[in-house]
């Protein structure tokens, strides 16, 4: 599903380069469950941006679902975005103003896609429980419920990956634990998941971690199933 | 993204801001309105002129004499000659010789001074012949106008113009009644329908006598002198011929064969006409000009909002890039916002500008009515659409092109 090759991020910084990917190789198949985890600085939100298609790197090769990305215009990445990609971020990044039910059928108006819009929209939010908060407007909402809109919104367009930016980063523990239940269950239907966090519990839901450092690989281990079902 | 989902994008985003929305659209409304209403004023400028121009006949020709030349070649002023003669009108009222022409008839004018009782009034004689009323475009109120037979006998007779009568009868009968004009004796026997007094002279301030009887009685000391001659061509498409001939009468009469040395001048109406409309196309031109500036001050007040729009809702921006929108749809959101302003502005714009322009006769009533002109709405509209547009563009653009991962990191 995701092919990596020597992924290379240089940052220009006056006239200092600075390298925050350094060569990272990755291979994530279908439906797999991956956190990256590293300390600030380790280059997993640059490694995150790249993943994502928000940005490109240096040098390397970057597959996602066949398509090479590593070269693609702003518009084609743009689509490649709408896609192949659900986005989930830290900070929810629900378009305010917006009814819950609109933004999550966002991604379909930029696809152009008015096929039964609004009734997959609903499907989406259904399928997160919020379909009775259609109409409300984000800041009506808790922050569990609004990550949890944003999920409906990354699965809209039935994407090939899902990325998740430190989706519980701005949540209490019991949201937490909801938004990763949830995270877990589309797992288990079989969505391709790249978590992106540095806390450990979080990292455990998933099923094979990549720790990243200074810009490499640091470690990449798959994680024993029973971590995963220790949560009921 | 379809134009109808940018337009609800663009509803969305402007009832966040309504105040300042409002703000805005208020310096379109202004300057569309102004436009409207200044426009509006120029053309019922046009229009009055016109119609007063009209008024006269627009087959109307005048014939003057031509400056005067002292012997030390200094040029006299305009019609201070006094070549023209009752022989002249006599040969234009020739059918053989100028066909086009209707009828011609001459103008001896001066003041006069009438009083009837204990009434008086200073007033403008005009010494003519009976084809005065359809020369001239004159209907008859009442009584009759004067004939050849009075002509041809000098007699003391005048028919009076609205405004004279209103000064002097109050309200009576002024047929039959004996007046004095500078002190002689005159009988009215009919009296000149309005014309509508409007602007530059009072059509209707005026007593009418026979060029004869004016000559012997009331013009004294400038000989049997004709200071005009009316012309009235067939039509106001006969006018060019009626011209020609007219000047190749006179030419013949005056014995001059170099056109350049005629000694009298035509002026059509029609000539009159297209100058004075030139000058007020002129003046509705300026006025719409000087509106225009408030409505680009509008628009520059869009570009202002609109980077302040854009600036505001980066991360916004980011967030629909991140979730797949692209350049064009992005430019497309914040296009369609500055024209929606603006075009809501015009429209309430072009409201406003047409109910001032309802109320501006009665508020100020020494100005013409303004009219206003499907094209000069359909125009204000577009034009308030297309600054929109062009103030819009710069703010849009910048919005289109924000990367997506440094919108998304603005705080």
């Known amino acids: ?232 | 993204m379809s134009i109808l989902e940018g337009l609800h994008l663009a509803i969305n985003g402007l009832t966040a801001n309504r105040l300042r929305s409002i703000l805005t659209m208020l310096g379109i409304l202004i300057g569309v309105a102004a436009v409207i209403l200044l426009v509006g004023v120029g053309n019922g400028a046009t229009v009055a002129v016109q119609q007063q121009i009209q008024s006269l006949g627009s087959n109307l020709l005048s014939v003057f004499p031509s400056n005067t030349r002292s012997t030390g070649g200094v040029q006299q002023g305009f019609g201070t000659g006094s070549t023209l003669t009752m022989d002249d009108v006599k040969a234009l009222n020739n059918p053989q010789t100028s066909p086009d022409v209707v009828a011609a008839i001459p103008n001896a004018t001066g003041r006069a001074q009438i009083t009837y009782g204990n009434q008086n009034w200073n007033s403008t004689l005009t010494g003519t012949t009976q084809d005065f009323p359809s020369v001239r475009n004159y209907q008859l109120a009442s009584g009759a106008f004067f004939t050849a037979a009075d002509v041809d006998a000098a007699n003391k007779v005048a028919v009076l113009g609205q405004t004279v009568v209103d000064n002097l009868f109050a309200g009576g009968d002024p047929i039959g009644q004996v007046i004095k004009i500078n002190r002689i004796s005159f009988r009215v026997i009919g009296v000149l329908a309005p014309k509508g007094a409007s602007g530059l002279n009072n059509q209707d301030d005026l007593v009418v006598t026979p060029i004869t009887a004016a000559w012997d009685y009331l013009l004294g000391g400038r000989g049997r002198n004709v200071q005009q001659i009316y012309v009235e061509a067939s039509s106001a498409q006969a006018n060019t011929a009626a011209t020609a001939e007219v000047t190749q009468v006179l030419m013949d009469r005056h014995h001059i064969s170099d056109p350049t040395q005629a000694d009298f001048q035509i002026l059509s109406q029609q000539d009159v006409l297209s100058s004075a409309t030139q000058s007020t196309g002129v003046l509705t031109l300026m006025l719409g000009a000087i509106a225009g500036i408030s409505l680009v001050v509008g628009g520059i007040g869009i570009m202002n909002i609109m980077l302040v729009t854009v600036t505001e809702r980066t991360r916004e921006i980011g967030i629909r890039k991140a979730i797949g929108a692209r350049r064009r749809d992005i430019l497309l959101q914040f296009l369609i916002e500055s024209m929606f302003l603006s075009g809501v502005g015009g429209a309430l714009g072009i409201l406003v500008g047409v109910v001032l322009a309802a109320l501006l006769p009665s508020l100020v009533s020494s100005l013409p009515a303004p009219i206003i002109s499907s094209p000069s709405v359909i125009a204000a509209f577009g034009i308030s659409v297309a600054i929109g547009l062009f103030f819009g563009l710069y703010p849009a653009n910048r919005a289109a092109r924000l990367r997506p991962i440094e919108a998304l990191r603005y705080e």
């Not at chain 1, 919104?153 to 990956?161: C, G, W």
Request: hydrophobic share 40%.
């Open chain 1, 1 to 232: 599903m995701i092919t990596l090759e020597g992924i290379t991020k240089v940052y220009r910084a006056g006239e200092f380069e600075v390298a925050a990917l350094r060569g990272i190789s990755l291979h994530i198949p279908e439906g797999q469950f991956v956190a990256i985890m590293g300390p600030s600085g380790s280059g997993k939100s640059t490694l995150m941006n790249v993943i994502g298609c928000l940005d490109q790197p240096t040098r390397g090769r970057y597959i996602l679902d066949g398509y090479d990305v590593s070269n693609l215009s702003e518009d084609q990445l743009a689509w490649i975005r709408n896609r192949k990609i659900g986005f989930v971020f830290q900070s929810f990044n629900l378009i305010p103003r917006v009814r819950a039910l609109h933004n999550v059928e966002m991604p379909l108006i930029y696809a152009g896609d008015n096929r039964q819009r609004r009734e997959r929209a609903m499907a989406a939010l259904t399928s997160v429980g919020l379909q009775s908060r259609a109409s409300h407007l984000p800041n009506e909402l808790s922050g569990g419920q609004q990550q949890r809109v944003a999920v409906a919104r990354a699965l809209v367009t039935d994407p090939a990956i899902l990325l998740a930016d430190e989706p519980t980063g701005n949540l209490d523990s019991e949201s937490s634990l909801e938004i990763m239940k949830l995270l877990r269950d589309l797992n288990q239907q079989g969505r391709t998941i790249v978590l992106i966090t540095h806390e450990p519990d979080i990292a455990a839901f998933a099923q094979r971690v990549v720790r990243l450092r200074d810009g490499v690989v640091l470690s990449d281990e798959i994680h024993p199933v029973a971590l995963n079902e220790m949560v009921p």
